[in-house]
């Protein structure tokens, strides 16, 4: 075996240029694997922790109230106060379609929407100024608000300058009693997570017209927990409504659970396509093996006389073609990795080579080099030893 191998790797040293041609394409082909998956992994990552900083253990209710059946928000909340072994907060949520202003200056595109004083703790946000909505604003209808870090930057010039501030919304005045940190820098723009208003849901309500609360976001306590606290709200749901066609319960978890299958599916699709690449690698290694049989006859008959038997001319070529693969293999993982991680900087995103790919690309590698070398391998030990030995 060790003696194969020295001769293996001293064939292929001897003849350079038709050996590189050789691993050539099991080297694009190894390497476009490692680069395919990794950087669909890498972006479906940065999706995922985006999905995730969503809150996977949060929980979206949306009911539809009729005349004769219909759910208001204090029945909600005694539901939510009898299962708090299951939920860690709940928020009410009525959206407001209006601007907000300050003097002249004027914001279309920010999200206005009134929530209940556990809202701000539901999205894990932190106040960078002033104070949370609190039980009694939202009791006494007071009209103060929350807002987010860019529209107290566009309104107001900072943080500092708008607490305490009054706020038009809806030709209403609103006091700013809080502000909240900014989530991202990168989105700090307009329509983006930073520009937000948050008012007491009880004054969102008498602004947006709506006699009924139609949207509630829970936290469970635990991921774990989240599907436990899924059916206790369909199951409460299915009490008040009689049917499941006036309500839908949307658990993030099971979202990121799809998002997740889905990148698997990709990965393998990607790695599948890539794969194709080492077949024809395995085509060019079968026709340049056969070629060094052809070359080596003389070789192969001289061995032969001398006492080699089949096995031994079969494990040669079968180690040389493997060796050739093998080295492929290695020196295509180098340049995916080093390829992923430019390609993964120049799309701005965090793209490693994953060990699954690289694992199974390498040994698709050696096995191509294993299965296309046996047939020239195969040819090598059953040439007659008096014909390679007459052979030119």
Same mark, same amino acid.
């Given at each position: 075996?060790?003696q194969s191998?020295k001769?293996?790797? $001293?064939?292929i040293w001897?003849n ?8 050539l ?10 680069i395919?998956?990794?950087?669909v ?5 940065s999706?995922v922790e985006?999905f995730t ?11 539809t109230?009729?005349?004769s059946?219909s759910?208001d ?5 005694a ?6 072994a299951l ?10 379609s209006t ?11 920010t999200?206005?929407?009134?929530y ?12 960078e ?6 039980y009694?604003?939202i009791m006494?209808?007071?009209?103060v ?18 607490l305490?501030?009054t ?7 609103f006091?700013?009693v ?8 990168s ?6 997570t ?6 007491p849901?009880s ?9 009924v609360?139609s949207?509630?976001t829970?936290?469970s306590?635990?991921?774990d927990?989240t599907?436990?606290?899924?059916q206790?709200?369909k ?5 008040t ?12 978890s ?5 998002l997740?299958e ?7 699709m ?6 194709i ?14 070629v060094?049989?052809t070359e ?12 080699a038997? $089949?096995g031994?001319i079969m494990?040669?070529f079968?180690?040389?073609a493997?060796?050739?693969s093998s080295?492929?293999?290695?020196i ?12 993964g ?12 790919a ?5 040994s698709?590698s050696?096995?191509?080099?294993l299965i ?16 390679a030995?007459?052979?030119?």
């Amino acid at each position: 075996m060790l003696q194969s191998f020295k001769l293996a790797l $001293k064939s292929i040293w001897g003849n350079k240029m038709r050996s590189f041609l050789t691993m050539l394409g099991i080297i694009i082909g190894v390497a476009a694997v490692i680069i395919l998956v990794s950087i669909v992994n890498g972006y479906m990552g940065s999706m995922v922790e985006n999905f995730t900083s969503m809150g996977v253990n949060r929980i979206t209710v949306n009911v539809t109230n009729l005349a004769s059946r219909s759910l208001d928000v204090d029945d909600m909340y005694a539901f939510y106060e009898e299962n708090s072994a299951l939920f860690a907060q709940m928020s009410p949520t009525v959206n407001v379609s209006t601007s907000v202003k300050n003097g002249t200056d004027e914001m279309d595109s920010t999200t206005v929407a009134g929530y209940g004083e556990e809202y701000l703790e539901l999205m894990s946000y932190e106040l960078e100024a002033g104070r949370n909505l609190s039980y009694a604003d939202i009791m006494s209808r007071q009209k103060v608000c929350i807002i987010g870090a860019y529209v107290a930057q566009e309104l107001y010039g900072s943080t500092a300058s708008a607490l305490n501030q009054t706020i038009k919304i809806g030709g209403y005045s609103f006091k700013v009693v809080g502000i909240v940190e900014a989530q991202d820098e990168s989105d700090f723009d307009d329509g983006g997570t930073d520009d937000f208003v948050w008012l007491p849901y009880s004054v969102a309500v008498k602004m947006s017209r709506n006699a009924v609360i139609s949207s509630y976001t829970f936290a469970s306590r635990d991921t774990d927990l989240t599907e436990d606290c899924t059916q206790a709200i369909k199951d409460f749901l299915y009490e008040t409504f009689k049917s499941d066609d006036y309500y839908r319960v949307t658990a993030m978890s099971s979202l990121l659970d799809s998002l997740n299958e889905q990148i698997a599916m990709m990965s393998a699709m990607l790695g599948g396509i890539a794969g194709i690449s080492l077949l024809v690698a395995g085509v060019g290694v079968m026709n340049i093996m056969l070629v060094s049989v052809t070359e080596r006859t003389r070789e192969i008959g001289i061995r032969k006389s001398l006492g080699a038997n $089949k096995g031994v001319i079969m494990q040669q070529f079968v180690i040389e073609a493997a060796v050739t693969s093998s080295l492929g293999g290695i020196i295509g993982i180098i340049i995916g990795g080093a390829a992923t991680a430019a390609v993964g900087a120049a799309m701005g995103i965090t793209a490693t080579p994953t060990p699954v790919a690289v694992i199974v690309s390498f040994s698709v590698s050696v096995g191509i080099g294993l299965i296309f070398g046996y047939m020239p391998a195969n040819r090598a030990a059953n040439l007659n030893p008096i014909d390679a030995l007459r052979s030119d």
